[in-house]
């Protein structure tokens, strides 16, 4: 069975500081992708940054990039120049089954202090 | 850009009554999900459905069911609500079963009962 965790349930960041969410997985999947959803208080969830598994080279948007160490099942998602607005709930997610599943983390809240 | 929504985003109801969900998406997606978010649990699927009357049963599936009449829309359905199921419901829909399918999520529903 795929298991996802997350072992920061909470963490906090200066605005303007870096700040590194860990993520490890298991997954039977050969072909797949690793997601990051973001979901800011009191609003819906949205995806930040998807990762192809079969790509050597770590996925960036903007200010948010990932470290995806595959051998170690590892999906960490790092928040460059952290601002307000990037105060959230994140949850890490990864395909199970036929592709249509996910299997989301427990998530990681995130405080940005001013 | 895809919506995906939720009929309600706060509903107080009494035990034992009837609970309807409704979640309607706009961008014709073969697949759509229902979740329940609690704290400390992240998301868990209760159910999925990938295609018009079809559904399949996710991680917590007792005392829900679904409809699906039309590709746009998925109900949940508790027949009898209780106590511990007051949660936060969300929806969401994805296109095909492609590897790299992404899901859109509507906001939520906050869901208390008495």
């Known amino acids: 069975a795929q298991t996802v965790t997350q072992s920061q349930p909470e963490m906090s960041v200066q605005e303007a500081e870096t700040v590194t969410l860990s993520c490890t997985y298991d997954?039977?999947?050969?072909?797949?992708?690793l997601f990051w959803y973001k979901q800011p208080p009191s609003r819906q969830m949205i995806l930040v940054i998807r990762?192809?598994?079969?790509?050597?080279q770590n996925a960036t948007e903007n200010r948010f990039s990932v470290n995806f160490q595959k051998a170690a099942k590892s999906f960490s998602l790092k928040i460059s120049d952290s601002q307000l607005g990037d105060t959230a709930m994140y949850f890490c997610?990864?395909?199970?089954?036929?592709?249509?599943?996910?299997?989301f983390g427990k998530g990681t809240l995130l405080t940005v202090n001013p | 850009d895809v919506k995906v929504t939720q009929s309600s985003r706060y509903l107080v109801k009494r035990t034992g009554e009837k609970v309807f969900l409704e979640c309607v998406q706009d961008?014709?997606?073969?697949?759509m999900f229902w979740y329940r978010q609690d704290p400390g649990l992240g998301l868990r699927l209760i159910y999925f459905?990938?295609?018009?009357?079809?559904?399949e049963k996710g991680d917590i599936p007792e005392g829900y069911s679904v409809s699906r009449e039309k590709k746009e829309r998925f109900s949940l359905i508790l027949e009898s609500a209780s106590t511990n199921q007051t949660s936060m419901y969300l929806c969401?829909?994805?296109?095909?079963?492609?590897?790299?399918?992404?899901?859109?999520f509507g906001a939520g529903t906050r869901l208390s009962v008495l």
């Open positions: 459905s990938y295609d018009v009357k079809m559904k």
């Open positions: 969401a829909s994805s296109l095909g079963s492609t590897v790299s399918n992404i899901q859109y």
């Open positions: 997954t039977s999947e050969n072909n797949y992708y």
């Open positions: 990762q192809e598994a079969y790509k050597q």
């Open positions: 997610a990864v395909p199970r089954g036929s592709n249509y599943k996910l299997t």
């Open positions: 961008m014709d997606h073969e697949n």
